[in-house]
């Protein structure tokens, strides 16, 4: 299967649709693996044609984990960003991930699709790698600072469950917690099946605290997203309690001329009844 290369990370890719026609990266979220884009979703875009990449984040999936970096060959090593506070890398880092599969899928520009902490990441490429830009989607996500964005107490304590090794157990875990900031348009089934494949494809649940020291060091991207040229939507869902609506209202006022969408009923998640206006609403953004 295909993959791409950042220095010591190795990071799995898939494409799906028309190679001549307009590229779509999709980048996923906290813990998230490929798996967890829904049945339909990558297809409903594809059917609007777009020709869609979707990737494993590093520390997740098929892509390198930070503990099997020596595995890498050391002529392709590369210096990470100085990440403090104890983390091995920033979202910068991640982003740069993010180029190496565009490189490696010969992709020279490209629209991009983040959710959650991968809408951070694709901020991230907005700030850092514009040129490679044509545009850029953040879908329930916020600007690092801390005074908006905030979950609340019962989203962070559903997230931050202790990890469990059983697998009924991590799959009725991962539908409650899902069920607490999911809004009210929560798929159950669809939540069950999504917690079956990632659990049976690729348990490291060490992974996501790699991921989340990355988003802590990161930081406020504020002052940095005022100098972002790249056409941009935002998409928050008003019943979000992880990542609430503040943050994606943030988003859209801190980027100059970005368009905000708000979904009355739509939480942390893409319930599929939202796919129609959410691919419109992307749809515009082609030139």
């Known amino acids: 299967m295909p993959s791409a290369r950042n220095g010591e990370y190795e990071l799995y ?19 998230a693996q490929i798996v967890s884009w829904q049945d339909g979703f ?3 875009f594809v059917d609007q044609g777009w020709y869609v ?19 890498a060959a050391p002529e392709t090593a590369a210096p990470e960003t100085a990440a403090p506070n104890g983390a091995t890398y920033t979202l910068a880092d991640m982003a740069a991930d993010a180029i190496a599969v565009l490189d490696a899928a010969a ?3 490209a629209h991009v699709f983040g959710t959650s902490m991968g809408g951070m990441i694709v901020q991230m490429l907005a ?7 044509e545009s850029m989607v953040s879908v329930m996500s916020t600007t690092g600072s ?24 991590f799959i009725d875990n991962y539908v409650a917690g899902s069920r607490v900031y999911s809004g009210s348009r929560f798929d159950e089934a669809w939540t069950r099946i999504r917690a079956g494949r990632e659990f049976d494809r690729c348990r490291h649940p060490v992974g996501m605290v790699h991921q989340m020291l990355a988003i802590v060091a990161t930081g406020d991207r504020t ?31 801190a980027i100059p001329d970005a368009r905000l969408l708000v979904l009355d009923e739509m939480g942390h998640n893409l319930p599929e009844s939202y796919w129609p206006e959410i691919i419109t609403a992307v749809d515009t953004l082609r030139s």
Do not use: C, W
């Not at 931050?160 to 090794?165: E, L």
């Open 146 to 169: 801390r005074s908006v964005g905030q979950p609340t107490a019962e989203a962070l304590a559903a997230l931050t469950r202790p990890a469990v090794a059983e697998r009924a157990e």
């Open 223 to 253: 002052e940095a997203l005022r100098a972002v040229a790249t056409p941009t939507l935002v998409i928050h869902g008003r019943q979000d309690a992880l990542i609430p609506l503040d943050g994606g209202e943030a988003t859209a006022a």
């Open 127 to 133: 700030i850092d790698h514009a040129d490679r830009l």
């Open 53 to 71: 990449i979707t990737m494993d984040n590093r520390d997740v999936g098929h892509s390198t984990k930070t503990a099997e970096r020596e595995t």
């Open 13 to 31: 890719y898939e494409t799906a649709g028309d190679r001549d026609d307009a590229p779509l990266l999709l980048v996923n979220g906290f813990g």
């Open 107 to 109: 992709i020279e520009r």
């Open 42 to 44: 990558v297809d409903a």
